[in-house]
């Protein structure tokens, strides 16, 4: 299905986006920014603002998009997102995802986007939504048309969204059967990511309420985290317990050293010491880990103008590629040719055959 980024060829762009619903948490930094960070150290990268994702769901509620999206790449820069290094832009920017979303939903059978069963998932976990709507059916023709206009070949993303990724694929494939050879074939790259378990021991995740947001006061962070659930049978101070059983122990696993991690095992399971002190072994790391990335986040908040230069510059960057790939895609839909295109990529003259062979 999906592995890692192991095999990719070095030359290889590599794509991916995420939804600009509210604040980051401790969960995003761990399980997606930092592999997106190491990714970017070894391919061409676009990562890019999903913002016109949001409206696949929540039509109603695009307002506070405009705030998440600032806040959003503040937290992408503060972990080490380079815009020297990724091309960093906001998909609204880049009018050709829906120039290219709207012919690939021209080859899309409709049993394919039926079948997704991120498509059955939502709509019963967002009950009180309307979703009755072209727009969130087609979500993952949207998301084809984003990984398809860079030539991605890696998707790093979570388990949840490898269905869309192979999807992509599969439009990719049928494009390149009916039109030609155009279209690079993605899969997506499944880090080991760590399991960032919530406050209540659950996945991290908005929808819980369970987070540690990453702006959030060290006070208030503290305080939450040493509220954590723990191993239940550790009811009592003087009732051992078993760290295996203990959502907390997660992070223990992410940001112990190795003689922590064996003072927590003896003591838990000896009862020799109790969950606050052994939580605080840990929360000490992580507050120490986001002390710096708060930092520089507040220093960016500090700046929109500076945020908003990062995404003009990568908007303008991911243009460019993006208007290649249409002049390709039209070409082989035999629709090319001067005078068909409006502004910058007209002057450009067309790739006869697009310059990047698909890979099988
Ligand atoms: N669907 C993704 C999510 O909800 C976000 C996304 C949109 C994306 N377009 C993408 C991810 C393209 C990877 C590639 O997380
Ligand atoms: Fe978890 Fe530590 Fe409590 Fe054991 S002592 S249950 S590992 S918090």
């Known amino acids: 299905m999906s592995e890692g980024a192991g095999e990719l060829p070095a030359s290889a762009v590599v794509v991916s986006g995420m939804r600009p619903t509210g604040r980051l948490h401790l969960g995003h930094l761990l399980g997606t920014l930092r592999n997106w960070v190491a990714l970017q150290e070894r391919y061409r990268c676009f990562f890019f603002v999903a913002d016109w994702h949001v409206l696949t769901t929540d039509y109603e509620g695009p307002r506070e998009v405009e705030a998440s999206v600032r806040a959003m790449v503040a937290d992408w820069l503060a972990a080490g997102l380079d815009p020297e290094r990724s091309v960093i832009f906001r998909q609204s920017d880049v009018k050709e995802h829906a120039e290219l979303a709207l012919l ?66 599969e439009i990719a494939r049928r494009f390149n059967h009916l039109y030609g050879a155009t279209l690079v074939e993605p899969r997506a790259l499944l880090s080991e990511a760590p399991k960032v378990p919530g406050l209540d021991g659950r996945k991290m995740s908005k929808s819980y309420g369970n987070t540690v947001p990453l702006d959030e006061e060290p006070a208030v962070i503290e305080r939450a985290m040493g509220r954590m659930t723990t191993d239940p049978r550790r009811a009592r101070r003087t009732d051992p317990g078993d760290p295996e059983d203990c959502p907390a122990f997660d992070l223990h696993r992410l940001y112990c050293t190795p003689e922590e991690i064996d003072w927590v095992r003896r003591g838990c399971t000896t009862a020799g010491i109790g969950c606050l002190e052994c939580k605080q072994v840990m929360i000490r790391h992580v507050l120490a880990d986001l002390a710096p990335h708060r930092e520089r986040r507040a220093q960016l908040e500090r700046d929109p103008a500076a945020i908003d230069a990062v995404l003009a510059a990568g908007a303008a960057q991911a243009r460019r590629v993006a208007q290649e790939t249409m002049a390709q895609v039209r070409a082989a839909l035999g629709r090319g040719g001067a005078g068909r295109e409006e502004g910058g990529a007209a002057a450009r003259p067309h790739p006869a055959r697009p310059g990047r062979e698909p890979q099988a």
């Open 104 to 169: 690939l939903g021209m080859i899309t059978p409709l049993g394919w986007l039926e079948r997704n069963p991120t498509y059955k998932e939502q709509r019963e976990q967002l009950a009180g939504r309307d979703l009755s709507t072209f727009g969130f059916l087609g979500y993952p023709v949207l998301q084809a048309a984003d990984i398809l206009l860079y030539h991605g070949a890696g998707v790093p993303v979570g388990i949840d969204q490898v269905p869309h990724v192979e999807l992509t694929r």
